[in-house]
């Protein structure tokens, strides 16, 4: 019995697999894996696991399924396997399971418990580099040490704490108030002069005076421009991201821009130039200046697309990008209609970080994923009562 409700033990299968892959993922971020590296077999283990967990929950404990929510499951699995099958990206599939398993969890209760291992894990990998323990990945950029702190590459420190950051708020009952700007006001000063991660830093101080305003706008009772902007932030991004990719060659403005955005908008006309549109996505082979067990290979070059709407599209398919849409814009829906306005702003900063940024759909990093996978299967029939869009057990 916990807060005078119980404890559903259907949450277990979930929470278990979501706790192994949360360290798996965040665990190949790391220079640990300089020591003991991630295997194949580890990951075969825990998506065995993921399965066995998603048949025991959603057959052997009979939980049903509508008719058509169970139509939607068979359709996406199948588009699912099939852009696996082609690019061996099998991430995508294990998101859909657990997708699964998060049948009839709230949004916040997930970024609680995502909270429970991703806020340690983080200490103890950037103590584990200031100790010497492991390596401090250190690139040197524009004449600027980027430190990564015990991670792969300094971008890949300044996501984790960003995610973390937004499952915080994702999961407070507090309101944003102004006090709250320090923390993030502090961390992209931080993250500037550390890392040198220009961007990062600009995403931190928009995203808290965007929930700031929108904090102020709710107590106004004056959010229905949120609402608008939610709807639109998501396909507005992906269509300017696409365009500004096919026309970067002929527009001097978008070659200033993309040198503002360190290269973003020349690496997705590269890659559409070289891989172009496909239903079921392509299998693309990147390399970065992130470390690597193997090191950089130089007969390959650098090729990086670090943006999330390139990557859907091109990595992922054009099939899989409209469900991830459709998700997207079912979330905004549901979440506005409930009240849940700082999870609507939650979405749209995820949307603009897209655009500088490829990790939204990974649970080693963020544990919104649920929310562009599918999320009307989650809100399944059941013996629960719904009270302010939180699911307790009767």
């Known amino acids: 019995m916990k807060n005078g409700f119980k404890v559903q033990s259907s949450k277990i299968p979930f929470y278990s697999a979501f706790f192994i892959y949360i360290i798996l993922m965040m665990y190949g971020t790391t220079m640990f894996m300089e020591i003991v590296p991630v295997t194949s077999m580890m990951y075969t283990i825990a998506r065995t696991f993921l399965i066995f967990s998603t048949v025991y929950l959603c057959w052997v404990k009979k939980r049903l399924f509508s008719k058509v929510q169970f139509r939607y499951i068979v359709i996406i699995g199948i588009i699912l396997l099939v852009v696996v099958i082609s690019t061996r990206y099998t991430t995508i599939l294990d998101s859909f399971l657990l997708c699964l398993l998060a049948t009839s969890l709230d949004i916040r209760e997930i970024c609680k418990h995502y909270l429970k291992i991703s806020v340690p894990f983080l200490l103890i990998t950037v103590g584990a580099s200031l100790t010497g323990v492991i390596q401090n990945y250190t690139v040197y ?52 002069d550390k890392s040198y991660a220009k961007l990062d830093s600009i ?35 992906m269509i300017l991201s696409v365009l500004a990719s096919y026309l970067y060659r002929k527009s001097s403005f978008l070659q200033w821009l993309d040198v503002l955005l360190t290269h973003r908008i020349s690496s997705g006309d590269d890659a559409f130039s070289k891989y172009g549109f496909s239903l079921f996505g392509h299998y693309i082979r990147q390399q970065g200046f992130g470390w690597t067990p193997n090191g950089f290979d130089n007969s390959f070059g650098y090729f990086f697309i670090d943006n999330g709407y390139h990557t859907i599209i091109l990595c992922y398919g054009i099939l899989f990008t409209i469900i991830v849409l459709a998700s997207y814009l079912y979330s905004i829906r549901f979440h506005y209609n409930a009240g849940n306005f700082r999870i609507v702003a939650i979405l749209i900063l995820i949307s603009i970080s897209n655009l500088v940024d490829c990790r939204f759909l990974n649970p080693g990093y963020s544990p919104f994923f649920v929310l562009f996978f599918c999320p009307w299967i989650m809100n399944v029939r059941s013996n629960n009562i719904k009270i302010n869009n939180l699911i307790i057990s009767k």
């Open 203 to 237: 995403l931190f101080i928009a995203g808290a005076v965007f929930l700031l305003f929108v904090s102020f706008c709710e107590k106004k009772e004056k959010t229905e421009w949120l609402y608008k902007l939610g709807m639109m932030s998501f396909p507005a991004c």
């Open 141 to 192: 950029v524009d004449n600027r040490i980027r430190l990564s702190y015990g991670f792969i590459y300094p971008t890949d420190f300044a996501a984790h704490i960003f995610y973390v950051w937004l499952a915080y708020w994702g999961s407070a009952k507090n309101d944003f108030k102004y006090r709250n700007m320090i923390l993030p006001i502090f961390m992209a000063f931080f993250l500037y």
